[in-house]
């Protein structure tokens, strides 16, 4: 229908239309294509469910998963924080029950996690020998002059070094990094407390241990570094040597080896791997390879020298209150710096990754849906020529849809893969959509969104 002010509602007689204009009796004629032609068949009641369908749990996937998710883990990992935080400052007797109440939860999540994607071996690394110890320092030899201050070395050393070497991040949605910095801060907190909190755990020693004035080379050096060698020595023998074979069937098993010498190398690996072609360890050319005896020798040579070098201050702040109060505050801030760059930085782009994700999904269940459509035979008792007309016409309607669809799905698919390897710009990926489809010119096509990163990395440095 089409309305005209002052004008009567057309009407249409037998593929004509007629209209009264003004009110007056004349009369005009507007013939209609195919109007003698039955109207187009409704959308097939399949495809239309099954669309209906698609959309709906689109809607709810993102609602529910990624948000409701993130939100739960952020609340948690706050309160988690806030209450570590009043137990080290008000009751700090009782901060040795707070580590044993939720290390082990925390130990049982992250072994769910890494079974999921292979990294199960890493809880045999020795942070996590620490963690175990602690535990039987509390529980079962609370008065243990020599475990303790070995305890207070590893964990002040190794153990809160690590938070610098794997550039732990406080994000407090991550239930994955919110563990990582438990098991390596709260261990330096926990052995704070029982260090100079007089009385906390053992009767014997009612000034605290931090009243000891000097500490013996052998206390605070020599049997952590006899606890750190017994624990290499039996690691090896498991990992590199029973498990072996399985590690050979299965490329994809982790190991603290394997991923430090994945390619690209990070900091540490890069430098260790420098120092060995200068003292001609390696060829100029020679490459990490972390099932080889060579690489691995060489990665226990470095963790050795790495743990002997951050112990060497613990002397000083077994002594000092403050030196180590110090310590931890530092390392604190750091972890905050971190997850404030990652925030900013990264997870911005891994959050609008995953929607993007989520919709490229979405299209090629549409595509694969509208590609059923153009396969439906035509009903039974409509093969008229018309019906055919229109049979073949919704055909080539649907299977333009598809490939449009498919399009779309490879446009977000490009997204994804050039916001991954463009961390370094400035732009998220919906500005580079916009950016990228507002340019003059030749625009970039489907192909080029799907070879993803390099073809548009190009294109904005460009620009």
Not at 228 to 239: E, I, K, T
């Amino acid at each position: 229908k089409a309305e005209v002010a002052g004008s009567a509602p057309a009407q249409m007689e037998g593929g004509v239309v007629r209209r009264k204009i003004g009110g007056s009796s004349s009369m005009f004629t507007l013939p209609l294509l195919g109007a003698d032609r039955p109207g187009p068949p409704p959308m097939p009641a399949r495809f239309r469910e099954a669309t209906a369908r698609i959309l709906r749990r689109a809607s709810q996937q993102r609602a529910v998963d990624v948000r409701l998710a993130d939100k739960l883990s952020f609340v948690i990992g706050v309160f988690g924080c806030s209450l570590t935080q009043w137990v080290f400052s008000d009751v700090p007797e009782r901060m040795w029950l707070l580590f044993s109440l939720a290390i082990v939860p925390l130990l049982v999540i992250r072994l769910h996690m890494y079974m999921a994607v292979k990294l199960q071996l890493f809880l045999l690394d020795f942070c996590y020998l620490c963690l175990l110890l602690v535990l039987v320092h509390i529980h079962l030899l609370p008065c243990n002059r020599r475990l303790h201050f070995a305890l207070f070395s590893l964990t002040s050393g190794p153990l809160a070094i690590a938070t610098v070497a794997w550039r732990n991040s406080l994000v407090f949605h991550s239930v994955d990094k919110v563990t990582s910095i438990f098991i390596h801060l709260l261990p330096v907190a926990t052995l704070h407390t029982l260090h100079w909190t007089p009385a906390s755990l053992c009767p014997s020693e009612p000034p605290g241990w931090g009243a000891e004035s000097r500490l013996s080379l052998h206390e605070w050096l020599g049997f952590p570094l006899l606890i750190y060698a017994g624990w290499q020595l039996l690691y090896v023998l498991f990992v590199d040597v029973c498990l072996a074979g399985v590690l050979r069937r299965d490329k994809k098993l982790q190991t603290s080896t394997r991923v430090l010498t994945a390619k690209p190398l990070r900091g540490p690996a890069k430098a260790s791997l420098g120092l060995c072609r200068w003292l001609r360890l390696f060829g100029r050319n020679e490459e990490f390879d972390a099932d080889s005896w060579k690489t691995k020798c060489v990665f226990i040579a470095t963790q050795a020298l790495y743990t002997l070098v951050v112990m060497l201050p613990a002397g000083l702040l077994a002594t000092s209150q403050g030196a180590h109060f110090s310590l931890i505050l530092m390392l604190l801030v750091l972890t905050v710096w971190n997850g404030a760059g990652y925030y900013f930085e990264v997870f911005s782009r891994r959050y609008e990754a995953e929607l993007l994700r989520r919709e490229e999904e979405v299209l090629r269940e549409l595509a694969t849906v509208a590609g059923q459509a153009v396969a439906a035979p035509l009903a039974a008792g409509q093969d008229s020529p018309e019906r055919r007309f229109q049979y073949n016409t919704n055909r080539n309607s649907f299977s333009r849809l598809s490939d449009s669809l498919s399009v779309l799905a490879d446009v977000a698919g490009g997204a994804i893969a050039a916001t991954s390897s463009m961390e370094n710009l400035p732009f998220s990926s919906m500005q580079l959509t916009s950016l990228l489809t507002s340019q003059p010119g030749q625009p970039l096509g489907a192909a080029d969104w799907a070879n993803g990163g390099p073809t548009i990395s190009a294109a904005l440095k460009a620009e």
